[in-house]
């Protein structure tokens, strides 16, 4: 349950991050024609509600990834103990070869 919290995280974060792209690109169209050469702008460049909602957008994906991949490896390791045992022993079912 943790790895798909984590994985919708992510994909919110990703989706909010394609968002705020589309809106960093219409908000700063003008500038490709108007510029002296330079047809892009700087991060520090960006007004203060733009930057906010991209480090926000970014701090929400690494937060995602991260409790998607623990939540992965917590799982994976419940399933090696459950599998194996407490002992170490494998115990041997009929159903299986």
């Known amino acids: 349950m ?5 994985s ?12 705020a792209a589309v809106g960093v690109g219409i908000r700063y169209q003008h500038l490709a024609s108007v510029g002296e050469g330079n ?5 520090k460049q960006l007004d203060t ?3 906010l909602l991209i ?3 970014v701090a929400s994906l690494l937060a995602g990834l991260a409790t998607a991949f623990l939540g992965l490896a917590y799982h994976h390791e419940r399933r090696h103990y459950e ?9 041997r079912s009929t159903h299986l070869p």
Do not use: D
């Not at 943790?2 to 984590?6: K, T």
């Not at 047809?39 to 991060?43: G, M």
């Not at 599998?83 to 494998?90: C, D, E, L, Q």
């Open 39 to 43: 047809s892009y702008i700087l991060f």
């Open 55 to 57: 480090v926000v957008l």
């Open 8 to 19: 919708i995280i992510t994909a919110g974060a990703l989706i909010g991050l394609g968002l």
């Open 83 to 91: 599998r194996f045992g407490a002992g170490g022993v494998r115990e």
């Open 49 to 51: 509600p733009m930057t």
């Open 2 to 6: 943790r790895a798909l919290s984590g």
